[in-house]
């Protein structure tokens, strides 16, 4: 069985700056496309971003240039940089990932339990 942890959430002030990191952790083969979602107070789940194996990332177009993720195959390991944070970046951040728990499995989903951003002065 596989899992993913999130850390780095927190309180920050506007126009600052925060890193959450997902690590995938237990039986693992390989680890496909991973992403980053968001749920803001009352409203429903939204992808932040996503980032294939090779590397190639896509984004929120709001997100656009503020927001990066980053990979590290190596370590199964996933980041989101967020600058310039907002009042409306407020949100329980997700991660989500594609894994393969041994040669012959087939691809599964699975979930972080969130870990809660603010952003706040």
């Known amino acids: 069985q596989a899992q993913l942890v999130e850390s780095g959430g927190g309180l920050v002030q506007p126009g600052g700056s925060l890193r959450l990191s997902c690590a995938a952790s237990g039986t693992i083969f390989s680890v496909g496309t991973m992403a980053w979602f968001r749920q803001a107070p009352e409203k429903g789940r939204v992808m932040v971003g996503q980032?294939?194996?090779?590397?190639?990332?896509s984004y929120l177009h709001s997100l656009e240039g503020r927001f990066i993720i980053s990979r590290d195959n190596a370590k199964n390991t996933m980041y989101l940089q967020m600058n310039d944070l907002k009042p409306e970046d407020t949100a329980v951040y997700y991660c989500?990932?594609?894994?393969?728990?041994?040669?012959?499995?087939?691809?599964?989903?699975?979930w972080g339990q969130g870990t809660q951003v603010t952003v706040s002065s």
């Open positions: 980032i294939t194996e090779a590397g190639d990332d």
């Open positions: 989500y990932g594609q894994i393969r728990t041994g040669r012959w499995d087939n691809w599964r989903i699975y």
